[in-house]
């Protein structure tokens, strides 16, 4: 899963939770996620899965309505604490708005960051984060997700 453009045909929630949690191997601390996809695509249950493989203990939802839910999980290649900041913008309107919420400042070099709805704040992250991209698929469980 380290080259652009891998694709996974998930063929149902568990099966795109369990290509989060793969897909976390490859997280390193300080790196920025960037989610993209219609509603109801598999974004969320993907975080479900990043959230497996570094042992979150809380359960996991969207932060539509709180934009950001903060989550500490372990990091299995260090045994260290990690911080793991899942962000929904869905529901901002303007980029001024990150500003608000302090955006800038949960973007460090300790923590994850998992950006549901990321277009509104691309131009505030650096060139080297990860976008994956959740797609419908031909049946109603069926997702596509491209890295």
Same mark, same amino acid.
């Given at each position: 899963?380290?080259?652009?453009?891998d694709i996974i045909?998930?063929?149902?929630?568990?099966?795109?939770?369990?290509? %989060? !949690?793969?897909?976390?191997?490859?997280?390193?601390?300080? #790196?920025?996620?960037?989610?993209?996809?219609?509603?109801?695509?598999? !974004?969320?249950? *993907? &975080? !479900?899965?990043?959230? /497996?493989?570094?042992?979150?203990?809380? &359960?996991?939802?969207?932060?539509? *309505?709180?934009? &950001?839910?903060?989550? +500490? %999980?372990?990091?299995?290649?260090?045994?260290? /604490?990690?911080?793991?900041?899942?962000?929904?913008?869905?529901?901002? +309107?303007?980029?001024?708005?990150?500003?608000? =919420? %302090?955006?800038?400042?949960? =973007?460090?070099? !300790?923590?994850?960051?998992?950006?549901?709805?990321? #277009?509104?704040?691309? #131009?505030?992250?650096?060139? &080297? *984060?990860r976008e994956v991209?959740? #797609? *419908? %698929?031909?049946?109603?469980?069926?997702? =596509?997700?491209?890295?």
């Amino acid at each position: 899963m380290n080259n652009q453009n891998d694709i996974i045909i998930s063929k149902s929630e568990r099966q795109t939770v369990a290509t %989060g !949690k793969k897909f976390a191997e490859t997280i390193l601390p300080g #790196e920025v996620i960037g989610l993209k996809g219609n509603l109801g695509s598999g !974004k969320t249950q *993907f &975080v !479900k899965g990043v959230g /497996e493989y570094f042992s979150v203990q809380d &359960v996991i939802n969207s932060p539509t *309505f709180l934009i &950001v839910n903060q989550y +500490r %999980g372990i990091d299995p290649k260090s045994d260290k /604490e990690i911080t793991i900041n899942h962000f929904d913008l869905y529901r901002l +309107r303007f980029k001024e708005e990150l500003e608000t =919420i %302090g955006f800038s400042d949960y =973007i460090n070099d !300790k923590s994850v960051c998992i950006i549901e709805w990321c #277009e509104l704040a691309e #131009e505030y992250l650096s060139d &080297v *984060f990860r976008e994956v991209i959740f #797609e *419908f %698929g031909k049946t109603e469980s069926e997702r =596509i997700i491209t890295f």
